[in-house]
């Protein structure tokens, strides 16, 4: 997890948002961001970090405020887009499999 | 995640400790691991995966956890406070890199040539014994000068560190290599030096120059510098 990420969130909790951090936790194929990487989000849909190459990334921020109102957590997987659903598909052709958590108190 | 969690890593973070987060993929239930505490199967794994620095999944006793490895950054000594040092102390601490530069000569290791970059006016042997390189550490030479770089070079060679690399010419390497080998240095040991240094990509400038130490670093990271040409390949999985 690198340091702009947790920094940021803790920054975000401190200035009283709530914040849900999203996490690739398995790939397939060619995937742009290896397991481990990170998106944290804040409530008004601001986020840092990336969980793949910006393809799936406002899918990602929408499930996470989700995530927040329903203090649950969420298993993501993306895969080849079909031609309608460029906008949330993988380019690239990998798969992806992404966890959204909230932070809780 | 649990707030406290997230203050925990980000501390862990900035005093530069280990620490690798454990996560129910089904219920959220988490753990915070500090590396060397390997009693339980899960501790062992997630040892595993803060050594080999990659988080990952595994399966114990029928659930799934996702280890999110927290290490350290990675340690960029630069020796010789010079023109080319200015942008890859820059470029490297973009790259993740805790920075640092040594040089004796205080007119060089000035606060403003390098904002915000631990400078250090030690010898390299000194400044190198006080913070050791570990394997988490880079160092490379950029000095030109026998006095400042050899000392360095031999605090590098002793250590475990991942990467060497010291800039001079393919003759001024020759050199280089005659004088550390008549302090005890095998060839093979030698061989760990990087130099002339940089991955050929015709770099010019003090920036380009740079670059291509900043890409040969991430190769030896990488890919232990596996002989493969690098520059033939492209750059970015995915």
């Known amino acids: 997890m690198s340091d702009d990420i947790l920094t940021s969130a803790r920054q975000w909790l401190e200035a009283g948002h709530r914040v849900a951090i999203a996490t690739v936790v398995k790939t397939w194929g060619s995937a742009p961001r290896p397991a481990g990487s990170q998106l944290a989000v804040r409530d008004d849909g601001a986020f840092v970090g990336s969980v793949s190459g910006g393809c799936v990334e406002g899918a990602v921020i929408e499930e996470a405020q989700s995530v927040m109102r329903d203090e649950s957590v969420r298993k993501l997987e993306f895969g080849v887009s079909d031609e309608q659903a460029w906008a949330v598909g993988l380019a690239c052709g990998g798969r992806i499999e992404i966890f959204v958590e909230p932070v809780a108190g | ?238």
């Open chain 2, 1 to 238: 995640m649990k707030q406290r969690t997230l203050q925990a890593l980000d501390d862990a973070h900035r005093e530069g400790r280990a620490v690798v987060r454990a996560v129910d993929l089904l219920s959220g239930e988490e753990a915070l691991i500090h590396p060397g505490n390997d009693s339980s199967e899960l501790e062992q794994a997630a040892g595993k995966a803060a050594r080999a620095d990659q988080s990952t999944s595994v399966e114990i006793g029928g659930r799934t956890w996702f280890l999110t490895v927290c290490n350290p950054p990675l340690d960029l000594a630069i020796v010789g406070a010079v023109h080319i040092a200015q942008p890859l102390s820059v470029m490297a601490q973009i790259a993740g890199y805790s920075v640092r530069v040594i040089d004796p000569r205080t007119a060089f290791a000035t606060a403003e040539r390098f904002p915000g970059v631990s400078l250090s006016h030690e010898w390299p042997d000194e400044a190198l014994a006080k913070a050791p390189l570990g394997t988490r550490s880079a160092l490379v030479a950029l000095t030109h000068n026998p006095k400042v770089d050899d000392p360095a070079l031999t605090a590098a060679l002793s250590s475990g560190c991942f990467y060497i690399g010291a800039l001079g010419s393919k003759k001024t390497h020759a050199g280089r290599r005659e004088r550390l080998k008549q302090r005890g240095f095998s060839d093979a040991a030698l061989d760990r030096i990087r130099g002339p240094i940089g991955l050929a990509i015709g770099a010019r400038s003090p920036a380009e120059i740079a670059v291509a130490i900043l890409a040969e670093m991430t190769w030896q990271l990488r890919m232990g510098g596996s002989e493969e040409q690098p520059a033939a390949r492209g750059t970015a999985s995915g």
